[in-house]
Nanobody, 126 residues
Framework: QVQLVESGGGLVQAGGSLRLSCAASGRTFGFTVMGWFRQAPGKERDFVAAIAGSGTRDYIDTVKGRFTISRDNAKTRVYLEMNALKPEDTASYYC????????????????????WGQGTQVTVSS
């Protein structure tokens, strides 16, 4: 059984930083791409960042230069370092893992991820 558990969310002032962690357990050897998504109340779940086993990364434009995704070599943890946070970054953040070959053009689609965590809330006050 695979589990993804996020941590590190919280309340922070605009301009501050947070580091989200996602711990994966179970049959993680099949993980290929791991990603972070976020969902604000009343909105769809949106892609934030993803990283492949090769280390290739992708980000949405609005977080480039502020957020950094990383993962450990054992593929059991993925991190999201968030700096210069803005109120519009407020959302629940979800960790996700894909299995099998996933072309980078599909990294932004939640449908292509098999496993999901429960989410961690990030609130940025102005």
């Amino acid at each position: 059984q695979v589990q993804l558990v996020e941590s590190g969310g919280g309340l922070v002032q605009a301009g501050g930083s947070l580091r989200l962690s996602c711990a994966a357990s179970g049959r993680t050897f099949g993980f290929t791409v791991m990603g972070w998504f976020r969902q604000a109340p009343g909105k769809e779940r949106d892609f934030v960042a993803a990283i492949a086993g090769s280390g290739t990364r992708d980000y949405i434009d609005t977080v480039k230069g502020r957020f950094t995704i990383s993962r450990d070599n054992a593929k059991t943890r993925v991190y999201l370092e968030m700096n210069a946070l803005k109120p519009e970054d407020t959302a629940s953040y979800y960790c996700a893992a894909a299995t099998g070959i996933l072309h980078p053009s599909r990294w932004k689609s939640p449908r292509d991820y098999v496993f999901w965590g429960q989410g961690t809330q990030v609130t940025v006050s102005s």
